[in-house]
């Protein structure tokens, strides 16, 4: 028998290759990664920020684009020869980006304040990050039904909700909360919902959750930080909640006792990472 040539081993060789390939691209594959990520400060904020545009925004700009297109090919229409009817595309492009203009400076506020509230969140994350360092577990946005927990601390000290409140301040006068435990004024006001009764609501519904899980009576601390303002507390008012700046944080959790044992710390970190990623799977799910 002659030996094969150059040229058979190449198509021997090529013929091979291809049902290698093929059964590659028949066989069912998934993804490696098996739990969805953690996720980050600011998420829900950044995602009701983009809901924002998808909802109220994009549409009308996407109407006026086109029909400004529209009203652009009839005015070439008309100086080139063709029957125009510039007029007419030309009015409803204008109303449309009327419509547009209007809407955007009535949600211009809005998103103004969901893009700070994004980046007040995304700063106190970053800063509460730096606890790792000194035995804390660190999770942002804890999604519930209808509500999110900006942050959730696990260390030596216990189990506390951080809820993050990204105001504006002032531009003259110093930026001044006032807190006796259980009203909260800022520069003189009531806001208009209570941080103190969503916070405490936010620490019975992880306590809830934790013990539900673990089996564990774990108690959980609510605190609420207010970005670059100045707390004034009256005395005994941070026994049930904390209000702080949050660079005050680390020293308050440096004069608390060691409530937690490392199994606790670990115990509860493992079950509330596992709900955030089944959470975060039923939500890719809808």
């Given at each position: 028998?002659d030996?094969?040539?150059?040229?058979?081993?190449?198509?021997m060789r090529?013929?091979?290759w291809?049902?290698?390939?093929?059964v590659k691209?028949?066989?069912?594959?998934?993804?490696?990664?098996t739990?969805?990520?953690?996720?980050?400060?600011?998420?829900s904020?950044?995602e009701e920020?983009?809901?924002?545009?998808?909802?109220?925004l994009?549409?009308?700009?996407?109407?006026?684009?086109?029909f400004?297109?529209f009203?652009g090919?009839?005015?070439?229409?008309?100086?080139?020869?063709?029957?125009p009817r510039?007029i007419?595309?030309?009015?409803?492009?204008?109303?449309?980006?009327?419509?547009?203009?209007?809407?955007?400076?009535?949600?211009?506020?809005?998103?103004?304040?969901?893009?700070?509230?994004v980046?007040?969140e995304?700063?106190?994350?970053?800063?509460?990050e730096?606890?790792?360092?000194?035995?804390?577990?660190v999770?942002?946005?804890?999604?519930?039904?209808?509500f999110?927990?900006?942050?959730?601390?696990?260390?030596?000290a216990?189990?506390?909700?951080?809820?993050?409140?990204?105001?504006?301040?002032?531009?003259?006068?110093?930026?001044?909360?006032?807190?006796?435990?259980?009203?909260?004024?800022?520069?003189?006001?009531?806001?208009?919902r209570?941080?103190i009764?969503?916070?405490?609501?936010?620490?019975?519904?992880?306590?809830?959750l934790l013990?539900?899980?673990?089996?564990?009576p774990?108690?959980?601390?609510p605190?609420?930080?207010?970005?670059?303002?100045?707390?004034?507390?009256?005395a005994?008012?941070?026994?049930?909640?904390?209000?702080?700046e949050?660079?005050?944080?680390p020293?308050?959790?440096?004069?608390?006792?060691?409530?937690?044992?490392?199994e606790?710390?670990?115990?509860?970190s493992?079950?509330?990472?596992?709900?955030?990623?089944?959470n975060?799977?039923?939500?890719?799910?809808r």
């Amino acid at each position: 028998m002659d030996a094969p040539n150059k040229t058979d081993l190449r198509t021997m060789r090529l013929r091979q290759w291809n049902a290698k390939r093929d059964v590659k691209m028949t066989t069912p594959t998934k993804s490696p990664i098996t739990d969805k990520p953690l996720r980050v400060p600011g998420q829900s904020l950044e995602e009701e920020q983009r809901k924002l545009y998808e909802d109220k925004l994009e549409t009308p700009l996407l109407l006026a684009s086109c029909f400004l297109m529209f009203a652009g090919m009839e005015w070439l229409r008309y100086y080139v020869g063709f029957p125009p009817r510039p007029i007419l595309f030309t009015s409803v492009a204008l109303l449309l980006i009327a419509f547009f203009v209007w809407r955007l400076l009535r949600l211009l506020p809005q998103y103004r304040a969901l893009r700070q509230g994004v980046e007040g969140e995304r700063a106190v994350g970053q800063f509460l990050e730096r606890l790792r360092e000194k035995g804390y577990h660190v999770f942002h946005d804890l999604i519930g039904s209808g509500f999110n927990v900006d942050h959730v601390l696990i260390g030596p000290a216990g189990i506390f909700t951080v809820e993050t409140k990204t105001r504006s301040k002032p531009l003259r006068g110093e930026p001044l909360i006032k807190f006796d435990g259980n009203q909260l004024t800022i520069m003189g006001r009531e806001p208009d919902r209570n941080p103190i009764v969503q916070a405490r609501a936010q620490a019975a519904w992880l306590k809830s959750l934790l013990v539900e899980s673990t089996g564990r009576p774990l108690n959980v601390f609510p605190v609420v930080v207010y970005p670059g303002w100045f707390i004034e507390q009256s005395a005994g008012s941070l026994r049930s909640i904390w209000v702080l700046e949050p660079k005050a944080l680390p020293k308050f959790l440096e004069n608390e006792p060691n409530r937690l044992t490392p199994e606790d710390v670990r115990l509860a970190s493992y079950h509330l990472s596992r709900f955030i990623r089944a959470n975060e799977r039923d939500r890719s799910a809808r």
